[in-house]
């Protein structure tokens, strides 16, 4: 099918329930859009169906369709409904909003530049290994392969979760193939031996894909690089893998875990996700028991949680806000005053692991008497049916990046302001030797009454707090990690200080490259572009700007400002700088309307009156204008009825 022959979609059309976003990319059988139900608002990735006139992609399509309806997994991307007897047939599943699994390696690759050390293995990569393992273990238990796992079919979400997407070439085991006979589907470099030679295709061959992805975070690349892919399988299969040793334990355990699943022979390898996961118990941690561990990565929050009606005696539970990294918000109400309140939950799934509970508690100890007009302000805290709870005042507003979905990059003068805003907050976190460690647009709200306020310091620690998260595991949300954090898990003051960099990149241009290397070019372009900043004296304040971004997102983090009150200070600076080239900019304009009444002969008085009277002064003088007026005809109305009358009142005098 040409691309002229496919029928065209833009955003805002109707689809449906939906009304389409914009495009996001290509699946295994047709295009993927981001869309929105028109009432519910729900976020949802559509794909539609390529219509070449292959009767075999229908198939696979309703196949997809049904292998999605019947899971539900959190690793899983969840189907919501679809219409295969539309034009074109498409299906809308859960949105996951994140980055491609090769997206986020690439990203993580960009971000390393060292000729000391190396990027690999990734800190997240354990973590990866088993969330992409959950997820073949929930396929797997239905008797479905997926058959096409690879970097780009993966997705990390913003809680830095993987979940598995694209189903168009699984199938249910034992099924009848969909496939001309000896026709190879999947990806050539992630394809198994037995998937090249045309045998049986089973759950084994998931667990080659799982293992080469793995091989992958863990060394950089697939094994036995080459730039001809025909030989690097061949090598492969021939020669076998192996690993370099690693020396922390859940590594080594991983590595050998790989190298086994990475077998010719399918039999050699764990027989399927479930397998898999069993195995990696020994990968992590230790001192957990296995029922726990599979249930802490198994088991599913369901979207209908129970919740609590009341929370204490004292509040009751309206409805739900949202859903941040540790638990679900909800709007709630003092049952006594009537006083609105914000009510956030530890979600129910984070109760098995005690670092969750330690990571909630630490959020209402920096919270809890900490008075701040740029931070959101904690009433109180407990637990309620042994599910911890956070009382924290009810903020009416749109966060930054609710606003930056919907109204795209900010202004100069308004950028400026919260950026002050937000970094004031974060200055008076770092006084008290807290980083927050999660800025980002959705951890700001742009309050109607109080101003900009940050949200969430489910993952802020103090400086010298001891680490709680174990090896390899990461926090914080992928798209504005800082280098050091992918790296090797740390965070200082200046980790805040980066995030506040990209902030500002994301505002001023309404895009999310901030790890480009032409990142400070297309900054300094979009301010060119004011129209306020294109004189002489602007290109100080384009200058300082730039050069704040590039000093706040520097790679190595001793070349950034050491804490948020130095960023502060010079944001204080570029935003005085502002306000006089705009207040200049304003009187110059005023003397170049002057000047053009000049030589048009207007007398000096009223070029003066002309450009200064404000518009209430010119309505008054209409206004005026008009009463004058109107008082001349009541006189010569009068005058002239007198006139009418006189003769026949003499004649009544005189008689």
């Keep these: 099918m040409t691309g002229a022959e496919e029928p065209a979609f833009s955003r805002g059309q109707s689809i449906g329930p939906y009304e389409l976003v914009r495009f996001v990319g290509r699946g295994g059988l047709g295009r993927v859009f981001e869309a929105r139900h028109r009432e519910s608002g729900q976020r949802v990735a559509i794909k539609f169906l390529s219509e070449d006139g292959d009767p075999t992609l229908l198939k696979r399509f309703r196949r997809e369709v049904k292998i999605l309806g019947s899971l539900q997994n959190r690793h899983v991307a969840t189907y919501v409904s679809g219409d295969l007897n539309a034009h074109p047939p498409y299906l809308a599943m859960g949105f996951v909003d994140g980055l491609s699994l090769l997206q986020a390696v690439s990203m993580a690759q960009r971000q390393h530049v060292s000729e000391t050390s190396t990027l690999h293995p990734l800190p997240q990569t354990l973590q990866w290994a088993t969330d992409m393992a959950c997820g073949l273990a929930a396929i797997h238990r239905l008797q479905i392969v997926h058959r096409d796992l690879k970097p780009s079919n993966v997705m990390i979400d913003t809680e830095g979760r993987a979940v598995l997407i694209d189903f168009g070439l699984a199938r249910l085991e034992g099924a009848t193939t969909v496939t001309q006979s000896c026709e190879c589907v999947g990806t050539y470099l992630y394809l198994s031996p037995e998937h090249l030679n045309g045998d049986r295709i089973t759950t084994q061959s998931d667990v080659y894909q799982w293992a080469l992805i793995v091989h992958e975070l863990l060394t950089g690349d697939l094994p036995h690089p080459s730039d001809d892919p025909v030989q690097m399988v061949s090598d492969r299969f021939e020669h076998g893998v192996s690993l370099p040793r690693f020396q922390e334990q859940g590594l080594a355990s991983l590595a050998a875990l790989v190298e086994r699943s990475l077998s010719p022979d399918p039999a050699a390898r764990p027989q399927s996700g479930e397998d898999l996961l069993h195995h990696l118990e020994r990968a992590d941690d230790p001192q957990q028991s296995p029922d726990e561990r599979e249930q802490a990565l198994v088991v599913t929050e369901p979207e209908g949680l129970a919740v609590p009606s009341k929370i204490s005696k004292s509040y009751e539970i309206v409805r739900l806000i949202g859903k941040g990294g540790m638990g679900a918000v909800y709007e709630g109400r003092h049952r006594l005053s009537g006083e609105r309140v914000a009510i956030k939950l530890l979600r129910p799934t984070l109760l098995s692991d005690p670092t969750n509970f330690v990571r909630f508690q630490r959020e209402a100890e920096l919270l809890t008497g900490f008075l701040s007009p740029r931070i959101v302000k904690i009433l109180d805290h407990s637990h309620e049916e042994k599910r911890p709870y956070l009382i924290m005042e009810y903020l009416e507003g749109e966060t930054l990046a609710s606003r930056l979905e919907r109204c795209g990059p900010f ?50 620690k103090n400086v010298s707090e001891t680490r709680i998260t174990r090896t390899g595991m990461g926090v914080g949300t992928l798209a504005y990690t800082t280098p050091e954090m992918l790296h090797d898990g740390t965070s200082s003051l200046e980790s805040d200080v980066y995030q506040l960099g990209l902030i500002l990149f994301e505002l001023l241009t309404g895009q999310r490259d901030f790890r480009s290397s032409r990142a400070s070019d297309v900054l300094r372009g979009v301010l060119f572009r004011d129209g306020t900043l294109r004189s002489g004296e602007a290109q100080t304040i384009i200058d300082r700007l730039v050069e704040l971004f590039r000093r706040a997102t520097a790679r190595n983090p001793q070349d950034r400002f050491p804490n948020a009150q130095r960023m502060l200070s010079e944001l204080l600076e570029v935003r005085k700088c502002w306000n006089d080239l705009t207040k200049t900019a304003h009187l110059d304009a005023l003397d170049e309307r002057r000047t053009r009444s000049d030589k048009r002969g207007s007398p000096p008085l009223a070029v003066a009156y002309t450009d200064e009277v404000s518009k209430g002064g010119r309505v008054l003088a209409t206004i005026t204008r008009l009463l ?23 004649r009544r005098i005189m008689g």
Aim: hydrophobic share 55%.
């Design 411 to 460: 202004p100069v003068d308004q950028t400026l302001e919260i950026m002050v805003a937000m970094t004031e907050g974060i200055a008076e976190l770092h006084t008290r030797g807290v980083i927050h460690r999660d800025l980002k647009p959705a951890n700001l709200i742009l309050t109607t009454r109080s101003g900009p306020k940050i949200l969430d310091l489910g993952i802020a």
């Design 628 to 650: 004058g007026a109107l008082l001349v005809v009541a006189v010569l109305v009068t005058f002239l009825a007198v006139l009418w009358f006189l003769p026949e009142l003499l």
